[in-house]
């Protein structure tokens, strides 16, 4: 069965450090999405890509940046991890079927990242 | 500013009645929008979706309602059951060609008991 996967699922890290999240998706997706959920925001999209080598800045993008070298892999990259950063990130991915926004998104099981 | 909000952090609700999840929109470009669940440790799934040609989707029994002049859709949920026990997430997109983005609200959590 197709799927999107994340890793790790959860990780513990210090500030300063650069840390990355792997997703993968085996649905052959062009579009991919990263969010974090935080208490009080719900679901923020950080970044997002619509294919290979196409990258875009979501509402919360500082800090973070995205590389999307093959159609199933979106790797989000804290350059210089902050403890304002402490969150579940999910990955997300959907098809281009409709050309627009109402393909569903699917979801990834999300990654706990604490940040001491 | 947050352009699709969930004003109701939690929700508590006896099995077997009616669940109404409300979602306002500031946007007037938002043209579709969709229910998504999320349980612990979980990713959201998605559960019902609407387009602003319709004012009403019914799956079962979950029901969307749209009110666009008031910015305003709401999800009812008939009868609650215990394992309707989630957060949910309103998301507003677009049909604009090429436009493939969400925006998510706060969410509600919602306990139904049994």
């Known amino acids: 069965d197709a799927e999107i996967t994340q890793s790790p699922r959860h990780k513990i890290t210090e500030t300063g450090r650069q840390v990355t999240l792997a997703c993968h998706q085996t649905?052959?997706?062009?579009?991919m999405f990263w969010y974090r959920q935080d208490l009080g925001h719900g679901l923020r999209l950080i970044h997002y890509?619509?294919?290979?080598?196409?990258?875009n800045k979501g509402e919360v993008s500082d800090g973070y940046s995205v590389s999307r070298s093959n159609t199933e892999d979106l790797p989000l990259t804290l350059e210089s991890a902050a403890s304002s950063q402490t969150s579940v990130y999910f990955c997300?991915?959907?098809?281009?079927?409709?050309?627009?926004?109402?393909?569903?998104?699917?979801f990834g099981p999300g990654t706990r990242l604490t940040v001491l | 500013d947050q352009q699709v909000k969930q004003n109701s952090p939690s929700l508590s609700v006896q099995e077997g009645r009616i669940s109404i999840l409300n979602c306002d929109y500031t946007?007037?470009?938002?043209?579709?929008f969709l229910w998504y669940k999320k349980y612990p440790a979980e990713g959201p799934t998605f559960l019902i979706s609407i387009s602003s040609i319709k004012d009403k989707n019914e799956d079962g029994r979950f029901t969307v309602f749209l009110n666009k002049s008031a910015k305003h859709l709401s999800l009812h949920i008939v009868p609650s059951q215990p394992g309707d026990s989630a957060v949910y997430f309103c998301?507003?997109?677009?049909?604009?060609?090429?436009?493939?983005?969400?925006?998510f609200g706060t969410g509600t959590r919602l306990k139904v008991l049994a």
């Open positions: 649905w052959n997706h062009n579009n």
């Open positions: 997300a991915s959907s098809d281009q079927t409709s050309g627009r926004g109402t393909d569903t998104q699917y």
């Open positions: 998301a507003a997109s677009s049909e604009i060609s090429g436009t493939y983005k969400y925006i």
């Open positions: 890509s619509y294919g290979v080598q196409d990258t």
């Open positions: 946007n007037s470009m938002f043209d579709y």
